[in-house]
């Protein structure tokens, strides 16, 4: 049986994702440099014709986050908003349950505890992720939430909420970088 003229007329389809691991480093740069595909991360590629929305952004991290973990912080922040004005994760930012045991530490990914409610996570690309406005929430509170400004504005475009982050903020007495926190979701909320 001869099955070239079959393949010819089915060819396979090219996967929508590709790991950098999956093919050799002349591959991978032919690709790129071809615009077959283009790059969403370090080590994962989007192939050229395909939408690059937020599912596809999780499903591309979803090998690196554990089942107990919340994809949250900057790594969500690039889920749900992508685009220029996020940029993808060098480091997956990976949220556990407080008490629980925490994701290990390694160069491309770091964990912290966080009490969330059921409605501050979302279900993207088969993972979890932080919604938007808890997203937006957590990111205010850290102290570099001055320099992530441009981030702040992008999820407030895909539906974060500044004033439910605020009502969420004040059930949070004394965290660090809420008084920060506070005046720049003022900000954002009288902006938006």
């Not at 220029?84 to 990914?109: K, M």
């Not at 996570?121 to 937006?136: A, D, E």
């Not at 957590?138 to 439910?164: F, I, K, M, N």
């Amino acid at each position: 049986m001869d099955l070239w003229p079959d393949l010819l007329q089915h060819p396979a389809e090219p996967p929508l994702l590709l790991r950098r691991s999956q093919v050799p480093a002349s591959t991978w740069a032919g690709l790129l440099a071809d615009a077959a595909y283009r790059p969403l991360t370090a080590t994962v590629a989007l192939r050229a014709d395909a939408p690059d929305d937020a599912a596809t952004r999780a499903i591309a991290l979803a090998s690196h986050i554990p089942d107990r973990a919340v994809l949250g912080l900057r790594s969500a922040a690039w889920v749900h908003a992508g685009g220029t004005a996020v940029e993808a994760p060098r480091r997956l930012e990976l949220l556990v349950p407080p008490g629980a045991r925490r994701v290990d530490p390694t160069l491309d990914q770091v964990s912290h505890e966080a009490t969330l409610t059921t409605d501050e996570v979302v279900m993207i690309g088969g993972r979890r992720v932080t919604t938007p406005t808890r997203t937006l929430l957590d990111l205010g509170l850290s102290p570099r939430a001055e320099g992530l400004r441009p981030v702040l504005e992008r999820l407030c475009a895909v539906g974060a909420d500044p004033s439910a982050a605020m009502t969420r903020l004040a059930t949070m007495p004394r965290r660090p970088g809420g008084r920060r926190a506070r005046a720049l979701l003022t900000t954002l909320c009288s902006s938006s």
